[in-house]
């Protein structure tokens, strides 16, 4: 329920569940008062809101550059290949 929370909008309270999140399977007395702690302080902070600024941005697209990403991920391969094969054989 808390991950829910976090993914509406309340970030203020991610690392702390974050830190809760392995002891899930088999929490404790003080794992579920540490929970408690945090759910009050959902409650306290009721009224909290995340502000959007609803502007579009102005963003030049002529500083994007075009990639062709098969032909780059291929030569990074070959590259990556034949450093592993020179590692290998000794040079």
């Keep these: 329920m808390l991950r829910w929370a976090i993914e509406l909008g309340r970030i203020d309270i991610d690392l702390e569940v974050a830190m809760m999140?392995?002891?899930?399977a088999s929490p404790r007395i003080g794992h579920i008062e540490a929970l408690y702690n945090i759910?009050?302080?959902?409650m306290m902070h009721d009224e909290s809101a995340l502000a959007f600024d609803a502007t579009k941005p102005d963003?030049?697209?002529s500083t994007f550059q075009e990639v062709d990403w098969k032909f780059s991920?291929?030569?990074?391969?070959r590259s990556y290949h034949q450093r592993c094969l020179s590692l290998w054989a000794g040079r």
Aim: negative net charge; charged residues 30%.
């Design 21 to 24: 999140a392995p002891y899930s």
């Design 39 to 42: 759910f009050s302080y959902l």
């Design 73 to 77: 991920m291929e030569k990074w391969r």
């Design 59 to 61: 963003i030049d697209e």
